[in-house]
């Protein structure tokens, strides 16, 4: 995944998270993942699989294009 596509997926996970009111920390419990995972994916630290792509856009009801 380039580095372009990490800081997309980045910046529009993060700004879902904070329009929901959710700290990241509460994303990742919800989300049933490591409770550092929201923290290094909006940090562009992990490569994000298209699974867990698919969890979060259907989390906040969008699509994966809208998050890529």
Not at 21 to 30: D, F, H, Q, V
Not at 38 to 49: A, G, M
Request: aromatic residues 6%.
């Amino acid at each position: 995944m380039s580095q372009d596509a990490r800081q997309n997926i980045a910046k529009n996970v993060k700004n879902l998270r904070e329009k929901a009111g959710l700290k990241r920390e509460e994303l990742s419990l919800s989300l049933n993942f490591d409770n550092s995972y929201i923290s290094k994916l909006e940090k562009c630290r992990v490569n994000i699989t298209i699974d867990r792509l698919e969890i979060i856009a259907s989390y906040f009801g969008v699509s994966i294009k809208d998050l890529v």
